[in-house]
Antibody, heavy 125, light 107 residues
């Protein structure tokens, strides 16, 4: 069974740092792109970042670029999100998700599944 | 960024009803659209990818259609466990984006 388990969420003050982890099992971790997606309380879903199989490609949503860093350890089957200079608007449940997709007809088609249960990050003074 | 607009934002329906949710993209995305179901306190669950490909294990009462800019999620006979929020998502270009969600409530 494919499982993704996030940890590391906490209540922190604005400007603080936090590192989230996602432990994966049940699939060949090193062969998949992985993403972080967040959901503010009562709001919709927002993609945050993703990373390719060997960690050489990383992409970020504009609102976190320069503050957040995604990384992975294929030996440990783990995904990470280092979050610095946290702001109140970063308050959300953070999900890790396996990314799937393919290139066809000159375009990408990608989707997310499965997802972990999420970890709550609260940024407040 | 490609914007996805879902409609309606909420709807009330009864068990057994046919329910349709639409998702409109601000740019053509071929068939590169996915649908998710989310229940309160739970992570999203992938239902459909590539606009119409049903994910393994998802009941056949769920179906998706569309291409280009207009897409539809249909539930042919609503079941009690289907009351949830549904999101569309595109990832044919960065950043991946989600629709605002459609909450399906019990009438």
């Amino acid at each position: 069974e494919v499982q993704l388990v996030e940890s590391g969420g906490d209540l922190v003050q604005p400007g603080a740092s936090l590192r989230l982890s996602c432990a994966a099992s049940g699939f060949t971790f090193r062969t998949y792109w992985l993403s972080w997606v967040r959901q503010a309380p009562g709001k919709g879903l927002e993609w945050v970042a993703n990373i390719n199989q060997d960690g050489s490609e990383k992409y970020y949503v504009d609102s976190v670029r320069g503050r957040f860093t995604i990384s992975r350890d294929n030996a440990e089957n783990s995904l990470y999100l280092q979050m610095n200079s946290l702001r109140a608007e970063d308050t959300a449940v953070y999900y890790c998700a396996r990314q799937q997709g393919y290139w066809s007809g000159g375009a990408w088609s990608n989707w997310f599944g499965p997802w972990g249960q999420g970890t709550l990050v609260t940024v407040s003074s | 960024a490609i914007q996805l607009t879902q409609s309606p934002s909420s709807l009330s329906a009864s068990v057994g009803d046919r329910v349709t949710v639409t998702c409109r993209s601000s740019q053509g995305i071929s068939s590169a659209l996915a649908w998710y179901q989310q229940k309160p306190g739970k992570p999203p669950k992938l239902l459909i990818h590539d606009a119409s490909s049903l994910e393994s294990g998802v009941p056949s009462r769920f179906s998706g259609s569309g291409s280009g800019t207009d897409f539809t999620l249909t539930i042919t006979s609503l079941q009690p466990e289907d009351f949830a929020t549904y999101y569309c998502q595109q990832f044919t270009s960065y950043p991946p984006t989600f629709g605002g969600g459609t909450k399906v409530e019990i009438k």
